[in-house]
């Protein structure tokens, strides 16, 4: 099959219970927005998986370049100091 | 263990019977899909929508056995319903048993199916056996995206290539000639009104018509007038094509007794 004939691709995401996050799961083709819901219903929740799905295109999500990964966030391996860990919390400040 | 079994003739087993099969043997067509959809993601939500049919036949099977048993036969088992009775103990309507087809013939036959097991499962939620109503309680939700599936698919087919709408208007004209064996009474549906069991099968033509009306207005298609042609399915004279599907279906039960994994 030609790529222009192909439905295009979304990514799938799964909210496995109220209050939590949607995470990425997966992708599927489909023609549409409400196909593409439909489907990520029958492919992604059909073990209980979730209460709620999104769907995005996968053409519309704008990603880093892997070229630019050692750039973009090997800096980071030796700057300790922005993890919050060198503040003394006060004993009033529990469950933190 | 594998011979035939005989159930009492009872009017209310028959009702549930009836029931039970159109969900067992349009689960059995649906499953025949697995591997031969259109796309990966609809092949699994056919499969997805036969193992709910299944589901729902094994609840009204179990629910028939213990009837039978009441009704002075023998009691049984879902498995021994499933796939020890003989083809005129299966008491589904001819629809349900006919081939698949093509794309557009089941998901036009599982918008006639879903839309018309949705009204009845609405009704049999104030079903006076409080098992059947619990059973309808929840193949209901189920029943509704089934509907809503076929719904969304026809729109498409029939407002899709030429080929799509052909092969739909061909599919309904097959259809059509089934249906008023959904839709007409005899003495199976006046027990289970009186009983207060279930609804009469010709109380669901109304609305299912609107519903259907409104589903096929959506893209012009309309359902053809009956022919003089009568199923008989529900009776237990089936199609030619039934015998095939039992053989299919019961194969295994028949060869290995009991058999289980």
Excluded at chain 1, 39 to 57: F, H, I, L, N, P
Aim: proline share 4%; net charge negative.
């Amino acid at each position: 099959m030609s790529t222009e004939n192909e439905w295009p691709l979304w990514e799938v995401f799964v909210r496995t219970k109220a209050g939590l996050d949607h995470k990425h799961c997966g992708s599927l083709h489909a023609a549409d927005a409400k196909m593409a819901v439909q489907m990520a219903r029958d492919v992604y929740t059909r073990r209980q998986e979730g209460c709620s799905v999104w769907v995005v295109r996968s053409d519309q999500i704008v990603a880093s370049d892997p070229s630019d990964k050692d750039m973009y966030f090997d800096p980071a391996e030796d700057k300790v100091y922005r993890h919050p860990t060198f503040y003394k919390l006060p004993d009033s400040v529990d469950q933190m | 263990m594998n011979a035939s079994i005989r159930l009492p003739a009872a009017p209310e087993l028959d009702y549930l019977l009836r029931l039970a099969d159109t969900c067992l043997i349009s689960g059995q067509r649906l499953g025949e899909w697995c591997g031969h959809g259109p796309i990966l993601e609809e092949d699994i939500a056919l499969a997805n929508m036969a193992l709910d049919l299944v589901g729902q036949a094994r609840a009204l099977l179990t629910l028939a056995g213990q009837r039978s048993g009441q009704c002075g036969g023998t009691g049984f088992d879902e498995d021994q319903l499933a796939f020890l009775r003989d083809e005129g103990a299966y008491r589904n309507p001819t629809l349900a048993e006919l081939p698949r087809g093509d794309f557009a013939f089941t998901i036009l036959r599982n918008l006639v199916l879903s839309t018309w097991l949705k009204l009845v499962w609405e009704r049999l939620s104030d079903s006076s056996e409080a098992e059947l109503a619990a059973i309808a309680g929840k193949a209901l939700k189920e029943a509704r995206y089934h509907q809503q599936h076929a719904a969304d698919w026809t729109v498409r087919l029939g407002d899709g290539t030429e080929e799509s709408r052909r092969r739909c208007v061909s599919a309904l004209a097959r259809i059509a000639a089934y249906l008023p064996e959904l839709f007409e009474d005899d003495a199976v549906d006046a027990a289970a009104v009186a009983s207060g069991l279930g609804p009469a099968w010709s109380s669901i033509r109304e609305p299912w018509l609107a519903e259907m009306a409104e589903v096929l207005g959506e893209v012009e298609l309309t359902l053809p007038e009956p022919t003089g042609f009568r199923s008989t399915g529900k009776t237990g004279r089936h199609s030619e094509h039934m015998g095939y599907l039992l053989a299919e279906m019961q194969y295994l039960q028949r060869a290995y007794p009991g058999g289980a994994w």
